[in-house]
């Protein structure tokens, strides 16, 4: 569907709730939403969340000055759906890093305000003869996104099969923060990590995270929420989560940063990706014809001085 065709059938203006298609960069559909609650900018290819700005705030997700925008390729920031699996793929190494749904078209399937003021849109997305050779399963996924002083994610995959699936999954969202070093990420403690900058040796976490250097951890076994707390921007982010046992927090740093070329200047020193996931142990079987969520929400709080 074109923008217009897009707009015809999904756009919203009701009172103060809405939602409409513009040809976003690189010519790629984006979806901008605003309601009472917040600001949302979407790109439909991965259904990528861009931007999420709750009322009186500044924005939550970081997303790349040097980001680039163009058909296949995956976008430095925002939150990229990972998914049929995480990180390197376990037997192909010429498949690409965190499965193909974030550079995949999705579907727009509906678009709905909501009475308290927020809105919600759902997408979809089902492996197709391109990806058949990567994904030969029959799946479909689904995700809904509802906007509104918090942020709400769903994502489901459904086992269209006769046999069980194991799929690795992340919602890999960036959040912007007002400096790398002054943040404590709560909610890991005591807890088993893969360190994958150390040949991913098991190691266990003491205290909340803090950052002086590259972190590149897949967090074991743990449904616990985390909050990154952030004495710069004087907000904590609380994250929820259900249907994630691991969760994976990286910041790049310098070095790799710059050798990744799309990060921005100095901008690992503005970004924390905290992710809920099933990754490495982690991942999920779905048993045939069933399906799994993983759900998670995000609220800012104003620290209290
Ligand atoms: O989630 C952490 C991680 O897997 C890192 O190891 C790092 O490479 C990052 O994701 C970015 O991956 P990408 O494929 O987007 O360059």
């Known amino acids: 569907m074109n923008i217009n065709q897009l707009n015809q059938e999904f756009s919203l203006e009701v009172n103060d709730n809405n939602l409409h298609f513009v040809e976003g960069k690189g010519g790629i559909p984006f979806i901008e939403i605003h309601n009472r609650h917040a600001s949302v900018l979407i790109s ?3 259904a990528h969340i861009l931007s999420w700005i709750p009322k009186d705030e500044e924005d939550v997700i970081w997303l790349s000055k040097d980001a680039t925008f163009s058909s296949g390729k ?3 920031g925002g939150v990229p759906i990972c998914w049929p699996w995480f990180g390197a793929h376990e037997s192909n ?9 974030r550079t995949t078209n ?7 305000a909501l009475a308290d003021g927020n809105t ?14 990567m994904w030969p399963d029959d799946t479909t996924v689904q995700y809904l996104v509802t906007i509104g002083k918090k942020l709400e994610l769903e994502l489901i995959t459904h086992n269209n099969g006769n046999q069980p699936i194991k799929i690795g999954q992340a919602l890999h969202t960036y959040f912007k923060v007002g400096d790398i070093t002054n943040i404590q990420l709560y909610g890991l403690d005591d807890t088993d990590y ?4 150390d040949n991913f040796k098991r190691k ?16 074991l076994d743990t449904a616990n929420d985390c909050v990154i707390e952030d004495k710069t921007l004087d907000r904590d982010i609380v994250i929820i989560k259900c249907g994630s046992h691991s969760t994976v927090v990286w910041n790049p740093w310098q070095e790799v940063a710059d050798k990744m070329g799309d990060l921005g200047h100095n901008g690992y020193t503005k970004m924390l990706c905290v992710e809920s996931s099933n990754a490495s142990e982690d991942v999920v079987t779905i048993p045939a014809g069933k399906a799994h969520q ?3 929400q995000y609220e800012v709080n104003q620290l209290q001085r």
């Open 93 to 101: 190494s010429n498949f690409p890093a965190h499965g193909f749904a």
């Open 294 to 296: 993983l759900w998670v």
């Open 204 to 219: 266990v976490q003491h205290g909340p995270v803090t950052f002086e250097e590259e972190v590149d951890r897949i967090y």
């Open 44 to 46: 439909l290819q991965g």
């Open 120 to 133: 919600r849109i759902s997408f979809t997305t089902k492996p197709n003869a391109e990806n058949a050779d």
């Open 74 to 76: 995956s976008v430095r």
């Open 194 to 197: 893969l360190d994958k900058p």
């Open 106 to 112: 999705w579907e727009v399937l509906t678009t709905e």
